[in-house]
């Protein structure tokens, strides 16, 4: 899209290729920081909706917007199964609190 509209795309890292079989980082830490960025990338999605002069940007935004929170809901369901993330907290069912006895 960027390059349609004659916008050079920012650069990216790069890394070096090694030979190396153990990661280098705990798959718990790169999760986090796999959670991080994705909930930082739909933040920076939603800011740049809002603020878009273009009319044909925020349709497309929002689907990138919604495979994003897909991803990062599996993310998190992986973080919990293997209690790295805590669970949040749920809403109280109301209808079974009123029916307690006291």
Same mark, same amino acid.
């Given at each position: 899209?960027? *390059?349609?509209? +004659?916008?050079?795309?920012? *650069? /990216?890292?790069?890394?070096?290729? &090694? +030979?190396?079989?153990?990661?280098? $980082? *705990? +798959? @718990?830490?790169?999760?986090? =920081?796999? *959670?991080?960025?994705? &909930? /930082? !990338?739909?933040? $920076?999605?939603?800011?740049?909706?809002?603020?878009?002069?273009?009319? +044909?940007?925020?349709?497309?935004? !929002?689907? =990138?917007? @919604?495979? &994003? $929170? %897909?991803? !990062?809901?599996?993310?998190?369901? =992986?973080? =919990?199964?293997?209690?790295?993330?805590?669970?949040?907290?749920?809403?109280? %069912?109301?209808?079974?609190? &009123? @029916?307690?006895? @006291?």
């Amino acid at each position: 899209m960027l *390059s349609q509209s +004659d916008i050079q795309p920012p *650069s /990216t890292w790069v890394g070096k290729v &090694t +030979d190396s079989t153990s990661p280098p $980082f *705990s +798959d @718990k830490l790169m999760m986090y =920081i796999n *959670s991080l960025i994705s &909930t /930082t !990338a739909l933040g $920076f999605t939603a800011l740049g909706t809002s603020f878009s002069m273009r009319n +044909d940007l925020p349709l497309k935004l !929002a689907l =990138i917007s @919604k495979d &994003t $929170f %897909d991803y !990062a809901k599996k993310g998190a369901k =992986i973080m =919990i199964t293997h209690r790295w993330l805590e669970e949040p907290p749920q809403m109280e %069912d109301r209808n079974q609190l &009123t @029916k307690i006895k @006291k």
